[in-house]
């Protein structure tokens, strides 16, 4: 299934499509490949924002643009992976059978399925600025990227083992 219908199907339950995607086998090039578009899609989505900061500070768009590249596309993978393990660890705490490979692609798939919404709200960011659309938005956004993840990881760490199932 494209990436496209996974993430709209993301919306009506993330719980399944993370199943379907654990099923496909462990592939760790899928899992990295999902969280690098996630961040890239994050970095595309700060443009506006920063755009408008550059203009309205006087500040050069060209630093802010290769700092936020360093900080979302270098940086923010290697966070995820480490908090991908602390969930995995956190969940085995609670009786869950599943994997570390589970726990990332939980999280990655988060990070993808709700970057719509985070595109939006860079385009909020940059056209209307700080406000009460602005923080909605990105309340929206988190609301979604927590659903989308608790959802996800529910599903892979408390699913019967992929052997058990066939």
């Known amino acids: 299934m494209p990436v496209t219908r996974d993430i709209v199907a993301t ?6 499509v993370v199943r379907r995607l654990m099923a496909a086998g462990q592939r760790e090039d ?5 969280l690098m578009a996630g961040c890239v899609v994050t970095y595309v989505a700060q443009w506006p924002r920063l755009a408008r900061q550059a203009h309205v500070t006087g500040e050069e768009l060209q630093m802010l643009l290769g700092s936020s590249l360093l900080a979302l596309v ?3 993978p290697l966070l995820l992976y480490a908090l991908s393990l602390v969930a995995h660890l956190g969940s085995k705490v609670f009786g869950g059978n599943g994997t570390a490979y589970g726990a990332r692609l939980a999280l990655f798939w988060a990070v993808l399925a709700a970057s719509p919404v985070l595109l ?14 602005l923080t909605l938005t990105g309340a929206i ?11 996800g990881q529910r599903a892979v760490m408390f699913m019967p083992p992929l052997e058990a199932a066939e």
């Open 11 to 16: 919306y009506r339950g993330p719980g399944r």
């Open 30 to 34: 899928r899992v990295l490949a999902t």
């Open 74 to 76: 270098m940086i923010l």
């Open 120 to 133: 939006l709200w860079g385009l909020v960011a940059g056209f209307i600025g700080h406000g009460p659309a």
């Open 141 to 151: 956004w988190l609301a979604l990227f927590l659903w989308f993840w608790i959802g």
